[in-house]
């Protein structure tokens, strides 16, 4: 039977939080939306509560202590609480749309062994517009269908650089998440990304819906996405490392985590021509030895 727990991450999100949760409950294959209250300084725990006494699918939890210990900590606690075999995220200030589950039921019922469904989603300052779309599409959707094996399909994925989906818009099976390590606790920015390479790895991913967006991201300045940077997307790629093991590295991803370290390590330049040499000159340097610069990328900095 096709139902799901979402788990949604609450920090200072008060003002979102009752559009957040309504767009969820009100969707028939949706039995429980779990709060996890990450510590907020605003009227967040309040919230969550006053939704809880109003609304049977919504449990609300804390970190021990009350304290706040990050989104990644927050969807671990939400994913040991869950009680549905089927799990998908929320971000507090955004909202799912009537269509959220449709595909993915149909996916997960006609095709038992795969281990997670995704779809596209779309801004909110870009709704109706069909060219403004986030990650899978038509083109998109072609390069990977049919379905792959694991491998196969990370390795398309990573070559072509595809998004195909954020954290709002994919849906796993619970079991298949129990396997491995979850969101990593050291990562407060981009530990959605780490997770989902990590199991790209290792599951079976298909499409949705990648005609029809299933969720509305926010963007505005007290949100994650405006605070992502250069050393954030680093540090994630070092935890990925340390994650993952050097030796245990595909050839495909070696080379394209070369490319990427060197390219985020160039925007410390604001000159466009700088950023070039920078990366040109080290990326011939290092060119017959990429396992060596990323086992020192890895060791160069603090990542616990």
């Given at each position: 039977?096709?139902?799901?727990?979402?788990?949604?991450?609450?920090?200072?999100?008060?003002?979102?939080?009752?559009?957040?949760?309504?767009?969820?409950?009100?969707?028939?294959?949706?039995?429980?939306?779990?709060?996890?209250?990450?510590?907020?300084?605003?009227?967040?725990?309040?919230?969550?509560?006053?939704?809880?006494?109003?609304?049977?699918?919504?449990?609300?939890?804390?970190?021990?202590?009350?304290?706040?210990?990050?989104?990644?900590?927050?969807?671990?606690?939400?994913?040991?609480?869950?009680?549905?075999?089927?799990?998908?995220?929320?971000?507090?200030?955004?909202?799912?749309?009537?269509?959220?589950?449709?595909?993915?039921?149909?996916?997960?019922?006609?095709?038992?062994?795969?281990?997670?469904?995704?779809?596209?989603?779309?801004?909110?300052?870009?709704q109706g517009?069909?060219?403004?779309?986030?990650?899978?599409?038509?083109?998109?959707?072609?390069?990977?269908?049919?379905?792959?094996?694991?491998?196969?399909?990370?390795?398309?994925?990573v070559r072509?650089?595809?998004?195909?989906?954020?954290?709002?818009?994919?849906?796993?099976?619970?079991?298949?998440?129990?396997?491995?390590?979850?969101?990593?606790?050291?990562?407060?920015?981009?530990?959605?990304?780490?997770?989902?390479?990590?199991?790209?790895?290792?599951?079976?991913?298909?499409?949705?819906?990648?005609?029809?967006?299933?969720?509305?991201?926010?963007?505005?300045?007290?949100?994650?996405?405006?605070?992502?940077?250069?050393?954030?997307?680093?540090?994630?790629?070092?935890?990925?490392?340390?994650?993952?093991?050097?030796?245990?590295?595909?050839?495909?991803e070696i080379?394209?985590?070369?490319?990427?370290?060197?390219?985020?390590?160039?925007?410390?330049?604001?000159?466009?021509?700088?950023?070039?040499?920078?990366?040109?000159?080290?990326?011939?340097?290092?060119?017959?030895?990429?396992?060596?610069?990323?086992?020192?990328?890895?060791?160069?900095?603090?990542?616990?």
């Amino acid at each position: 039977m096709f139902v799901v727990s979402v788990i949604i991450p609450v920090f200072n999100a008060s003002e979102f939080l009752f559009n957040s949760v309504t767009s969820a409950i009100e969707l028939k294959e949706v039995i429980e939306v779990i709060l996890v209250e990450d510590g907020s300084t605003d009227n967040s725990l309040n919230v969550c509560l006053e939704l809880e006494k109003t609304f049977d699918k919504v449990k609300v939890f804390s970190h021990e202590g009350g304290l706040n210990k990050g989104p990644s900590a927050s969807r671990n606690l939400g994913i040991k609480k869950s009680t549905a075999p089927f799990v998908s995220f929320l971000d507090a200030d955004d909202w799912y749309l009537p269509n959220r589950f449709l595909m993915d039921k149909k996916r997960f019922t006609e095709l038992e062994n795969i281990d997670a469904v995704y779809s596209c989603s779309i801004m909110d300052k870009y709704q109706g517009l069909r060219n403004k779309l986030y990650g899978v599409n038509s083109i998109k959707y072609s390069n990977l269908n049919p379905i792959l094996m694991p491998i196969k399909f990370f390795e398309k994925v990573v070559r072509n650089k595809l998004v195909l989906f954020d954290t709002n818009s994919i849906t796993f099976k619970k079991s298949f998440l129990q396997k491995f390590k979850l969101f990593d606790e050291r990562l407060f920015l981009h530990q959605d990304i780490e997770l989902w390479f990590r199991l790209m790895r290792k599951g079976t991913f298909v499409a949705g819906d990648w005609e029809n967006p299933v969720s509305v991201y926010r963007r505005h300045p007290g949100n994650r996405i405006t605070s992502k940077s250069r050393l954030s997307n680093l540090k994630m790629i070092q935890v990925y490392l340390d994650n993952l093991g050097i030796d245990n590295l595909l050839r495909f991803e070696i080379d394209d985590l070369y490319s990427r370290i060197l390219r985020k390590k160039s925007q410390k330049f604001s000159n466009s021509m700088k950023r070039r040499v920078f990366f040109y000159f080290y990326y011939y340097i290092g060119f017959f030895n990429k396992k060596s610069v990323l086992e020192k990328f890895k060791s160069s900095y603090d990542i616990d």
